[in-house]
Every structure is written in C-alpha cells, then in structure tokens.
C-alpha cells in the first residue's frame, strides 16, 4: 500500500530520517539513504510507540527495500501518530 510518512532510523548508535513511500505487513520501501549495502539491520520508528527490527534486502540511490523481523498490521500504522522527528 502506498503511504508517505517520515520516520526515524536507527543504526549503529546513530540516528537517520527517512520515508515511507509502500509499505507491507512484510516490509516497506523508504527513501532518503543513500546506497545502503544489502544485509544491512536497523531498528524502524513506524509510528510512536511501534518500533521494528528490519533488514535492507535492496538499495539504489536513495531508495531501499526492507524486510520486517515480524509481520505489522498496517492499519495501526496509519492509524499511530508519526514519530516526533525533532528536538
């Protein structure tokens, strides 16, 4: 399903923004980092409240693909509030 909603990424100690462009009970396509090596693992901010493990099976430029540890309910995602991105 397609979605646009920004959310922080977590790897490594350190924190990134990105954004959700499709998401899935299985995994979601965001952009905003750049040529992330596949196997790569971090920790998803979807929502307040509603972090998940993930792994990037696909990068090109900006854009890349991620599998979910767990399946989601998509539905409480749209229905979350975003993440507090500042401050």
Do not use: K
Not at 40 to 65: P, Y
């Amino acid at each position: 399903m397609s979605m646009l909603r920004s959310v922080a990424i977590h790897h490594q100690g350190q924190r990134y923004v990105g954004r959700v462009r499709n998401i899935s009970a299985g995994g979601a396509m965001i952009e905003g980092l750049w040529n992330v090596p596949p196997e790569t693992s971090f920790q998803i901010d979807l929502a307040e409240g509603l972090t998940i493990e993930a792994v990037a099976r696909w990068s090109v430029d900006d854009r890349m693909g991620v599998q979910f540890a767990h399946p989601i309910d998509v539905r409480h995602v749209q229905s979350a509030s975003p993440v507090r991105l500042a401050g």
